[in-house]
């Protein structure tokens, strides 16, 4: 792709959370090809949203990219090529049509021929007239009934042949034989969409091309938490704050200051404004007793939202009492567990149940009762004790081991 385009900055596959992060800003012009999923998580579609609604300029054409651009192309994703359109106009509507199986190691070399390409040489051998309108579509409901990573060039010219199309076969072949990209449409839409992305970023745009618009707020509890993992700069912030929520003694007076004076408008923005929802929320005589620190526990157990540490200062407010010493513990505890993982591979996260985190929690925050681990939880800042596992979890080797070591030199 540099070659046609050597301004661009070429990445691998997109896969979740490539467009969090704030390298990229209003003005860049992004363009989605191919993506991982299958086997790993794929981009989300709020992603793009995002970058949107940031003015990042998105197009998507050949593969993931066209299937993102036909499903929000209405929000503002800008779509480019055939195989955008086939997704678009219902010629296609599965992931498998542009999916292509690869090894893991080494350069992506394809196994298969993509549905969409093959779709491109019928047309073509239509319009060549060596295979009719009726026994193209014969032939392409055949192969797509065939698992996509069985779609090799050999496959496929086997199945022309079961389906009486052997003309059309030994035409495929000689067409790919003389020149192997002949068919490639996921190659042609990508540089088709490579050319538009030069003519929009250069010079660059400072304006976004629209932004995402709905009658119901896209940035749900998921979508923030994929941005808390991905978008600030630091990676590991969403970890540090959880240290600081489940290990620091006076956290529950942090997260009543970040109630007060968080400048996210989800976490209810200056002390006014807190007091109204709290207000329209619990009702005049609860508001009038803010104050009083039992009431305190009571609220933040009813109201608990989910910070945006890509703010930075959210991140700040949060991470107010955070000690080099903390930062330390916190990088060593992460990469015990990673060193763990890659040591017993048959073994994973989930493993680590919400009852054991919950035993655990309720040791560190001296909570023995449910109703008290619950409050604990909302006094913290987790909006239930689910939450509160999931971000204990990475941290139970490490804690478990200090637990040892320290009591280990207690009994010395």
Known sequence: ????????????????????????????????????YHHRLALRHKEILDALARGITVIGAASIGALRAAELDEFGMIGVGRVYRWYRDGVFEGDDAVSVAHGEEGLPVGI??????????????????????DAGRRLMTRLEHEYY????????????????????????????????????????????????????????????ASTP????????????RWRNRYAPPDPWVHHRVAYQQIFTLDFP?????FLHRSSDLGSFGAPDRFRNHVLQHLGPTVAQWLDEPELRTRITALLCPLPDLAEPREAQLLLCRETAQDRTKVSHWLHRMEHHMENHPERSL????????????????????????????????????SHA????RPFTIGYLASLQTTEGELDA
């Open 112 to 133: 298969n021929v993509p549905l969409v390409n093959l779709h491109a040489a019928v047309v073509a051998a239509d319009s060549a007239g060596v295979l009719t309108r």
């Open 253 to 257: 007076d942090i997260w009543w200051d």
């Open 389 to 392: 596992a999931s971000a204990l």
């Open 1 to 36: 792709m540099n070659k046609y385009h050597p301004d661009f900055v070429l990445h691998g596959p997109v896969r979740h959370g490539d467009l969090f992060p704030q390298t990229l800003s209003a003005g860049d012009v992004v363009v989605i090809v191919d993506g991982i």
């Open 149 to 208: 990573p069985m779609r090799t060039l050999d496959r496929v010219l086997a199945l022309a042949r079961e389906c009486g199309e052997a003309a059309f076969a030994d035409w495929y072949a000689g067409q790919v034989f003389a020149e192997p990209g002949v068919f490639d449409q996921k190659r042609s839409d990508a540089l088709e969409a490579c050319a538009l992305a030069e003519r929009l970023a250069f010079p660059p745009r400072t304006a976004p």
């Open 350 to 385: 989930s493993q680590i149940t919400d009852a054991v985190c919950r035993r655990l929690l309720s040791r560190i925050w001296d909570a023995p009762t449910t109703e008290e681990l619950a409050l604990e939880c909302g006094r913290r800042g987790f909006a239930s004790l």
């Open 213 to 224: 618009t709905s009658r119901r707020d896209w940035r749900t509890e998921f979508y923030r």
